[in-house]
C-alpha cells in the first residue's frame, strides 16, 4: 500500500531552521507531484509548497517564500523541505501528500495520498 512518512520535525527557536524529509514507498514517486501542508490548532490545513514530478518546478506559499525551500531526490524517493528563519506562527503538524497531477497545487483536496504528520514547534 502507499506510504508517506515523515519525519525530522521538533522544537526549535525562533530564527532556527530545520529539514523535513518524506519517505514514500507504493507508488511511482518519480510520477507524483508532491505537496507540503501544515494546520495548526484550530485552523484549517494549508498549502506550504508543492513541486512537480519531472522538471522539478516549485511554488510557495506567501507565507514562506524566501524561508522554505522544497526539493525531491527521484532516486532516494523522498521529498524535503528545507525551513529557515522559523517563526513561532510556523509551529503546526506539518504533512507531506502525493497528487497523481503532473501539475503544482497548494490545495490539498488535489492530493490523494497523505502521511502521518510531523510536529513542529518554535519558541519564542
Known amino acids: 500500500q502507499v506510504q508517506l512518512v515523515e519525519s525530522g520535525g521538533g522544537l526549535v527557536q525562533a530564527g532556527g531552521s530545520l529539514r523535513l524529509s518524506c519517505t514514500v514507498s507504493g507508488l511511482n514517486f518519480e510520477e507524483f507531484a508532491m505537496g507540503w501542508f501544515r494546520q495548526a490548532p484550530g485552523k484549517e490545513r494549508e498549502g506550504v509548497s508543492c513541486?512537480?514530478?519531472?522538471?522539478?518546478?516549485?511554488s510557495y506559499a506567501d507565507f514562506v517564500k524566501g524561508r522554505f525551500t522544497v526539493s525531491r531526490d527521484n532516486p532516494k524517493v523522498t521529498l524535503y523541505l528545507q525551513m529557515d528563519s522559523l517563526s513561532p506562527e510556523d509551529t503546526a503538524v506539518y504533512y507531506c501528500?502525493?497528487?497523481?497531477?503532473?501539475?503544482?497545487?497548494?490545495?490539498?483536496?488535489?492530493?490523494?495520498?497523505w502521511g502521518q504528520g510531523t510536529q513542529v514547534t518554535v519558541s519564542s
Open positions: 501528500a502525493a497528487t497523481r497531477n503532473k501539475y503544482c497545487s497548494l490545495t490539498k483536496s488535489n492530493f490523494h495520498y
Open positions: 513541486i512537480t514530478p519531472f522538471s522539478g518546478t516549485t
